[in-house]
């Protein structure tokens, strides 16, 4: 049992790893192509080239990983609140293309990181239990680490959400702005004082 959930949760990592490097594709030609409207702002370009050398050489444990995504997830807004200023690369075909590759990108790494750690959790949850955890002891298993982005780069506070032309798709980095999460397992949120109240009941004939 041990083996099979330890191979569920690297089978799992892996799906983020490729999430992971198919952004960092992603990114140098979507900074070719800002660059081409906005070739004076260097910084932002150096600053993005250079944080994405540091995740993608990273090849630490998911802890890691995830300290490293920190500086490329905030260049990466930097970058996007650079375009937002030019209409005419809003407005460009091969922007919008990565744009939209980028957020899918984004969805599939939310997924895959939620993916991840609901297998850490139940992992880790037998590797401390009694009476699994002997048995975990005896054999060398070993607590998993979570895959979690900085809250800092969570929220209002520092989220890059992208939507740039009405029905298109945004870009969000590590969820959308303001939303929780539901843990894996948990029962869905209960509605927040200022939602909607439900219809009054129709009037009896």
Do not use: C
């Amino acid at each position: 049992m041990f083996v099979s959930q330890r191979n569920l949760v690297r089978d799992a990592w892996a799906n983020i790893d490729t999430e992971l490097r198919r952004r960092y594709d992603l990114i140098p030609n979507l900074v070719e192509t800002v660059k081409g409207y906005a070739s004076h702002e260097r910084e932002v370009f150096e600053n993005v080239t250079k944080a994405r050398a540091m995740a993608t050489a990273a090849t630490g444990s998911p802890a890691e990983q995830a300290a490293a995504e920190g500086p490329l997830v905030a260049a990466l807004r930097q970058l996007f609140a650079v375009a937002e200023n030019y209409p005419d690369l809003k407005a460009n075909q091969n922007f919008l293309a990565l744009q939209s590759e980028l957020s899918n990108t984004e969805d599939r790494l939310q997924t895959a990181r939620r993916f991840y750690n609901s297998n850490v959790r139940d992992y880790n949850r037998r590797v401390q239990s009694f009476p699994s955890n002997l048995v975990a002891s005896s054999f060398g298993f070993k607590e998993e680490q979570f895959f979690e982005v900085d809250e800092a780069l969570r929220g209002e506070g520092g989220v890059p959400h992208v939507d740039f032309v009405g029905e298109t798709p945004g870009v969000t980095f590590g969820g959308q702005p303001g939303q929780v999460e539901p843990v894996p397992g948990t029962a869905p949120a209960q509605s927040e004082p200022g939602d909607a109240p439900p219809p009054p009941p129709a009037p009896s004939s």
